[in-house]
């Protein structure tokens, strides 16, 4: 079976610091994994995804994760806070060969401070 | 191009009543599928539907079901309320099913509460 574990419930940065969040997962096949952020009142918006290749992703907004196998882990990071990162972050795992869907950790609340 | 629609945003409901949510995916998209969002549970992952068929489930109880029509909208039922059923619904779609790389495109909910 597959799932994610999201260290840290809540994480408060300055603006202008170092973003860290971190995601473990456990797979027993390759997984794809996601990291989806969430506004307040809103659907979840795709920040970045791993599927296979390089394990450094880029994504949107500045963010980028890297896939370490090791470690089993897809922490998400931003070099630079803004205040409009304010949100609540998802990370997920799904996988074709399991024939999982998305599987959510339970989310990490990241507020940023002026 | 438009992106998922769910109708209704808000919906308010009574012990025993049953619900119907409708969901309309991005043109082209032929996969569905739906989660539960409650502040204790987090993300659950209820069904997918692929092309009219039901290709995953989660561990729901039967009173939660859904469907899929021709034209790729889905709704899902939710009979016989209990409070607990109070959470954010959220459809997402995809061009492909659930379980692969792609993105899967999510609504804006349907907050439902249960009284």
């Known amino acids: 079976a597959q799932s994610v574990t999201q260290l840290g419930s809540h994480v408060s940065v300055s603006e202008g610091a170092l973003v860290l969040l971190r995601c473990n997962y456990s797979s027993s096949v390759p997984p794809y994994l996601f990291w989806y952020v969430q506004y307040p009142n809103q659907g979840l918006q795709l920040l970045l995804k791993?599927?296979?290749?390089?394990?450094l992703v880029k994504g949107i907004n500045g963010f980028e994760a890297e896939f370490k196998k090791s470690e089993t882990s897809f922490h998400l990071t931003k070099p630079s806070a803004h205040m409009s990162d304010a949100a609540e972050y998802f990370c997920?795992?799904?996988?074709?060969?399991?024939?999982?869907?998305?599987?959510f950790g339970k989310g990490t609340t990241l507020s940023v401070s002026s | 191009k438009a992106g998922v629609t769910q109708t209704p945003r808000y919906l308010i409901k009574t012990r025993g009543q049953q619900v119907t949510l409708s969901c309309s995916p991005i043109?082209?998209?032929?996969?569905v599928s739906w989660y539960q969002q409650t502040p204790g549970q987090g993300l659950q992952f209820l069904f997918e539907?692929?092309?009219?068929?039901?290709?995953n489930k989660g561990n729901f109880p039967g009173r939660f079901s859904g469907r899929q029509f021709s034209n790729s909208r889905s709704e899902m039922n939710v009979s016989t309320l209990e409070l607990g059923d109070s959470a954010l619904y959220l459809c997402?779609?995809?061009?492909?099913?659930?379980?692969?790389?792609?993105?899967?495109?999510f609504g804006p909910g349907t907050r439902l509460t249960v009284l």
């Open positions: 997920a795992v799904s996988s074709a060969q399991a024939g999982t869907a998305l599987i």
């Open positions: 043109s082209g998209h032929r996969s």
């Open positions: 997402a779609s995809s061009s492909t099913p659930g379980t692969g790389p792609n993105e899967q495109f």
């Open positions: 791993y599927t296979t290749g390089a394990t």
């Open positions: 539907y692929f092309s009219e068929t039901q290709r």
